[in-house]
Nanobody, 117 residues
């Protein structure tokens, strides 16, 4: 049906920008009224919502990330990206991309990102 795969660096240094890409394979399934999302799970903690782009292209970000976040999507809707600026070790987590809808949701397997001090 719909498959998502995250890609990006596994190790980033403090103060650098983190950029992750989610590649979407949807086959014949039409992704229309969905929310293209990024979520993370720090070690020993629960899932934390980062932000998303909705079906109209409007973006929403978690205020806890202090305006460091940007989500974008290509026009073909086969990839969407996360940029997180000025990372610190507190940003170490497994990062997930997901496409969420009222009836269905699709998740990537997650990618570990470690921020070194």
């Amino acid at each position: 049906q719909v498959q998502l795969q995250e890609s990006g660096p596994g190790l980033v240094k403090t103060s650098q920008a983190l950029s992750l890409t989610c590649t979407v394979s949807s086959g014949s399934y039409e992704i229309k009224y969905y929310y293209w999302s990024w979520i993370r799970q720090p070690p020993g903690r629960g899932l934390e919502w980062i932000g998303y782009m909705d079906y109209s292209g409007t973006t929403y970000y978690s205020p806890s990330l202090n305006n460091r976040t940007s989500v974008s999507r290509d026009s073909s809707k086969t990839q969407f990206t996360l940029q997180l600026n000025s990372v610190t070790p507190e940003d170490t987590a497994v990062y997930y991309c997901a496409i969420l809808g009222s009836g269905s949701s699709f998740w990537g397997q997650g990618t570990q990102v470690t921020v070194s001090s």
